[in-house]
């Protein structure tokens, strides 16, 4: 069995079997391309949002411009070790210096003074510089062994947009050193001034564990190198304060008891500055404060737990594949482009509720929309080849019994066929071998059904080329209706009486090909009828159905079929047919007849051939026949008996019916109340 026959046998066990593949698809997919897109999209959802979620604890001292107008550049280090007495006095839980302090001063006595006041503080944090080869410069001795702890600061710049998303908690150096961050060193020495905690004993429970005293820090873990996301906020969201105003004791000194106090220089003209993701351009003091505000705040920007994402993630595969084959239309441009929009608003919002509320991301944000929108295309596209696969084979099928235009309309058609019973104006059509019984009776059974199967091939070709609906076959015998499945008959009786026409040329060719074989020429008679009709399903539901027309102009289509035998002619068609197309088409006025079991007399005529394609002798006989009709319709029988018995010997055929009719009246003339209406006997 055939790949595609076993997805349309077994298609609910294929959704699973293409769902896996898809996933297995995506997952390597991610394993190549895990985290390379732009790490921004947590940033766009946190636009939504304002976060005004800033710490007290955190006061910034900057060394401004207006503290270098009064002071100098670089300052004396007088400033800083009598700012730093003015801070002590009310006791800051952390101290950060934004100096580095590699070299001696120039005036030694206060380089002492300096490094007593770091001891005698004790809670001061100084940075190092990172050289090449990741080795480290410390400041000088004189004041690496007075200060409490040592740190990092250089910034983690991504080398495709040049901003800063986060800062690593530790380095080791080439020496087998570890120096934590900046952040973590001043936030390692806030949590142990706030807990009293033994510094030796949080250090390593830090390095363990990632984690603080009651707070564990959420970190992304890249390849073992963590990283801590920075839940940014601006700047001047931070509380603040002047150097000079610290120096000059002009300040609050409650705003910092039990503070982290940050030491930095935001002058202009010092370039200190970095890109962050949302306000762009900002004092390196600000991404560590934004990094300490994140921990102590607890708005981590965190993960989603990987495990369960790719459950969710296989899940949301497996419903997208299952809706996409067996109820998402693909009829629709504007449906399908609804769905795959539905899709992106659906995951935006899970990402947009779980950042807002929670302050969690997932782990593969674009890698798992990408996925989700590849098992849209491949299941729309293996579902639209699959669905135009079946339709060609039920075109095929379906053409067996209606014209190929018929099958289009249905399986493509934006309309809906009415299968139920409806009253409606249709163009019917019968026709019927003449003598079938005795050419049956010439032919053995193989030749007769290779007969029947070579005739009912090109006639049914010929009806079904312009729409046409074949009800049915009774052996030689064709019943066809127009206009079934359609909403209006605008064409039906002009392309009704063209297939007629075309019908009954191609039995002149089989004729020319076939006579010596058939030892005679076939005749088809054809009556057409258009009126109102009712079509339906007849039968039992489910058991045994037919769709066909019942009424009396499909009666009376069908006696115009045998009418033809009585004039001898080969297309009959109703007064109704006639005025529809009388200028389109040559006609020829027959009668005017009672069929039997109807009461109501109809006009009938004669079809000959296409407006404007009368040969010169047909127009002649025309008008001869028609002339002798209007003598027939004065009871002018002798002078139309005339005409008829020329016509006769032109082997005019309606003509004989006439003159025998003509003939009689001579003998028995009609009654006074005469209505010229002639009454078939026979059906």
């Known amino acids: 069995m055939k790949f595609k026959d076993l997805l349309i046998n077994y298609k609910k066990s294929s959704v699973i079997v293409l769902s896996i593949f898809l996933f297995i698809i995506s997952y390597f997919w991610l394993s190549v391309f895990s985290h390379t897109i732009d790490k921004d999209l947590y940033y766009i959802f946190k636009e939504f949002i304002s976060n005004d979620n800033v710490s007290k604890d955190i006061v910034v001292i900057k060394i401004d411009d207006n503290t270098l107008n009064k002071t100098w550049f670089p300052m004396d280090r007088k400033f800083f070790l009598d700012t730093l007495k003015n801070i002590d006095e009310w006791k800051p839980a952390s101290v950060w210096i934004d100096v580095f302090f590699a070299d001696k001063w120039s005036n030694a006595l206060t380089d002492k003074l300096l490094a007593e006041r770091f001891k005698k503080s004790w809670n001061i ?12 410069e410390k400041p000088y001795n004189l004041f690496s062994s007075s200060i409490k702890s040592l740190s990092f600061f250089p910034p983690i710049i991504d080398p495709n947009n040049q901003k800063v998303y986060s800062v690593k908690p530790y380095i080791n150096f080439s020496n087998w050193e570890t120096i934590e961050n900046f952040s973590f060193a001043i936030l390692r020495n806030y949590y142990s001034y706030i807990y009293e905690t033994n510094y030796a004993y949080s250090k390593s429970l830090w390095k363990e564990n990632y984690s603080f005293p009651n707070n564990k820090v959420y970190l992304w873990d890249f390849d073992d190198k963590p990283e801590l996301y920075i839940n940014y906020s601006e700047p001047t969201k931070f509380s603040t304060l002047n150097f000079y105003d610290v120096y000059s004791w002009n300040f609050d000194r409650n705003q910092l008891k039990d503070k982290i106090v940050l030491i930095w220089y935001t002058a202009e003209w010092v370039k200190d500055d970095f890109m962050v993701p949302e306000y762009w351009i900002v004092k390196w003091i600000y991404v560590h404060a934004n990094a300490i505000n994140t ?3 607890k708005d981590y920007i965190k993960y989603f737990d990987e495990k369960i994402e790719y459950i969710i993630w296989f899940l949301l595969i497996l419903i997208i594949v299952y809706l996409n084959i067996f109820y998402i239309s693909r009829e629709s441009i504007m449906l399908t482009l609804f769905e795959t929009f539905s899709i992106f608003i659906i995951i935006f919002l899970s990402y947009l509720i779980s950042f807002i509320y929670f302050w969690i991301i997932f782990n593969f944000p674009f890698e798992f929309i990408l996925s989700l929108i590849m098992a849209f295309i491949l299941t729309s596209s293996i579902k639209s080849y699959f669905e135009e696969w079946n339709k060609i084979r039920l075109n095929k099928a379906l053409s067996e019994y209606v014209s190929q235009d018929i099958a289009h309309e249905i399986l493509h058609g934006t309309w809906v066929v009415n299968l139920s019973w409806e009253k409606k104006k249709i163009t019917t059509f019968f026709s019927d071998l003449a003598w079938f019984t005795t050419l049956s009776e010439k032919l053995s059974p193989e030749e007769l059904v290779w007969f029947l199967r070579s005739y009912l091939w090109e006639m049914s070709d010929i009806i079904m080329d312009q729409k046409w609906f074949i009800n049915k076959y009774e052996w030689d015998a064709i019943m066809a209706l127009w206009w079934v499945f359609w909403k209006t008959s605008e064409t039906s009786n002009y392309d009704a009486c063209l297939r007629a026409l ?7 060719i089989i004729n020319g090909k076939r006579e010596s074989f058939w030892e005679a020429k076939i005749w088809v008679r054809m009556g057409i009828n258009f009126w109102d009709a009712i079509i339906w399903n007849i039968g039992r ?16 289509a069908s006696r115009l079929e045998w009418v033809n035998k009585f004039y001898w002619t080969s297309i009959c068609v109703s007064e109704f047919v006639y005025i529809e197309v009388k200028e389109q088409f040559e006609f020829r006025y027959l009668d005017k007849i009672r069929v039997k079991w109807k009461n109501e007399p109809i006009n009938i005529y004669e079809l000959i051939c296409v407006k404007w394609k009368l040969s010169d002798m047909q127009k002649s006989i025309i008008l001869d026949f028609e002339e002798a009709i209007q003598f027939y319709i004065k009871r002018q029988f002798k002078e139309a008996l005339e005409i008829f018995n020329k016509l006769n010997l032109l082997w005019d055929k309606p003509s004989l019916t006439y003159k025998n009719r003509c003939e009689l009246y001579l003998e028995n003339p009609p009654n006074e109340n005469w209505d010229l209406v002639w009454t078939m006997n026979e059906k």
């Open 502 to 508: 075309a019908q009954q040329k191609q039995i002149w």
């Open 295 to 297: 921990v102590l705040q």
């Open 125 to 136: 944090v100084l940075g190092s510089a990172i050289i090449d080869d990741w080795k480290i």
């Open 541 to 556: 539901e489910w058991r045994k159905m037919e769709f066909t027309a019942l009424w009396d102009s499909v009666n009376l």
